[in-house]
């Protein structure tokens, strides 16, 4: 099939390339120029593992192209994904979809077949079909009866896992409402599935519905053992233990109930806002979920707090050396990273930083904590070290779970360690006369 993604984020560009390499015709557009200059020459503008060498695979063999020309990219195709962000509004708790609108009247302007425009993006209740009216005014000026259906496909990929999760879905949500547009999704996705098919087709409300859910119950899982782990230690309680203890049943499972430092990413703090704005909008008070939000804010200081009460308010003359800036670790991602939080209440209190993380370096420097003062950027995890007063523990980067600890011991000017990520639970650093600091401990 002739495909354009429209956005070539985290999303449209590891979807684009992941449908070129099953044998479809691809071309993945964005408005930033310097963004597709950077992937024609070969260099991908995201860090995703095996991402690299699966464009250049699909790039060689011209399965896969990268353009700015919108209008060029839509003529050609008869699947349009729309894949651009849908970010929370400047100081509202609204979702910003000027980017979504302006793509579904771009995609008409210029075309004279049958189309199938595809709503990747996480867009609230209700989108596709404001985005299927827009389109239909656009054919209206025209006088057009030309066909065409739209589709709510969210995709539930992880930053990190992105490809794989994309290669083998656990599920492919549909929303349509045409006998047509369904056959064809499930034409582009069954090369996906060989052993089951795991397509679950619904109409579209409910498809864009199920986006908001999965994120808000994974999001609520998060902030839920947050919260058992900040009771736990109020009342003297390992929640490690306890974790382990819930866990097991089977009805909870393991998964997502690590105590840490709050979520962050370009997903659940966005969409767990949006949807309590859907429901606000639609007469309903979503309790549960601005709780879930609640939590996680004051979540992502509560290693801050840990800091402050071990070196006192003023950290004036003191040194955090910091693991970690991305919000989770397998990516350069450092949209809404507790990492964020952490840093500017430490330099806001007086405190130096010296940082390391293994991609997301450059992502801090030049956005996150752009024009920040006092933090130094190094290249190794021991580097951060040297004549610093404490190591600060922020994302479980691989690489940080097997420290040499005697090492950090000889490096650290006084042998502290804040572990937010509780990476060291099966370590016994009391032996090693290391203080250890954890979230619920
Ligand atoms: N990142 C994730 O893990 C993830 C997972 C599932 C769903 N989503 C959702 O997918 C959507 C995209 O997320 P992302 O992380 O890929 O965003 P992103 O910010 O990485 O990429 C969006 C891209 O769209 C481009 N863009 C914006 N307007 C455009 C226009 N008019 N024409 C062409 N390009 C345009 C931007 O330049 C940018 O490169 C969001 O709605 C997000 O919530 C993201």
């Known amino acids: 099939m002739k495909l354009c993604m429209i956005g070539t984020g985290y999303v449209g560009l590891v979807s684009g390339t992941c449908f070129a390499d099953i044998g479809n015709q691809v071309i993945c557009v964005d408005k930033d120029k310097n963004k597709i200059e950077k992937l024609n020459s070969g260099v991908s503008p995201i860090y995703e593992p095996g991402l690299d060498e699966l464009i250049k695979k699909n790039y060689l063999s011209k399965r896969l192209s990268f353009s700015t020309n919108l209008k060029k990219s839509i003529k050609s195709s008869d699947v349009i994904f729309i894949c651009v962000g849908t970010p929370t509004k400047k100081n509202s708790i609204n979702v910003d ?4 609108y302006k793509c579904a009247k771009e995609i008409f302007k210029n075309t004279n077949k049958k189309k199938i425009i595809v709503t990747k993006s996480t867009v609230p209740v209700g989108t596709a079909d404001k985005v299927k009216a827009t389109i239909q005014k656009e054919l209206d000026l025209r006088s057009s009866d030309l066909q065409f259906d739209v589709v709510s496909n969210p995709e539930f990929l992880k930053e990190g896992a992105a490809i794989v999760d994309f290669m083998k879905p656990d599920r492919v ?3 349509a409402d045409s006998k047509y547009a369904f056959k064809k999704m499930k034409e582009l996705y069954s090369p996906f599935f060989r052993s089951r098919d795991r397509f679950i087709t619904m109409d579209i409300r409910s498809a864009e519905m199920t986006k908001y859910a999965a994120n808000a119950m994974l999001a609520t899982k998060i902030s839920f053992m947050n919260e058992i782990a900040n009771i736990c230690e109020k009342v003297g309680a390992d929640a490690n233990q306890v974790r382990l203890g819930i866990g097991a049943d089977q009805r909870i499972g393991y998964s997502f109930i690590y ?3 709050g979520y962050g990413g370009s997903c659940f703090p966005k969409d767990v806002k949006a949807l309590t704005k859907i429901a606000e909008e639609n007469g309903y008070t979503a309790e549960l979920i601005t709780a879930v939000e609640q939590v996680n804010d004051a979540q992502k ?6 800091i402050v009460k071990r070196f006192g308010e003023d950290l004036t003359g003191l040194t955090f050396g910091i693991w970690g800036l991305s919000f989770k670790p397998g990516t350069d991602d450092m949209r809404e990273a507790p990492a964020i939080y952490v840093i500017k209440e430490l330099v806001k209190r007086g405190a130096k930083i010296k940082a390391y993380d293994p991609k997301a ?8 904590l752009k024009g920040v003062q006092n933090i130094t950027y190094v290249t190794s995890k021991y580097d951060v070290l040297n004549n610093s007063d404490a190591l600060v523990l ?19 000017k006084s042998p502290i360690i804040f572990d937010g990520r509780n990476q060291y639970i099966v370590y016994d650093l009391e032996n090693k006369g290391l203080e250890y600091y954890r979230i619920g401990k």
């Open 97 to 100: 979809l000027s980017f979504v």
């Open 173 to 175: 949500v549909i929303g």
């Open 259 to 261: 105590p840490g430092v």
């Open 301 to 306: 200081l509560v290693i801050a707090q840990k």
């Open 361 to 368: 370096i450059n992502e801090a420097k030049e956005h996150y």
């Open 394 to 412: 922020l994302t479980e980067w691989k690489e940080f779970r097997s420290p040499d600890f005697d090492k950090i011991k000889s490096l650290l």
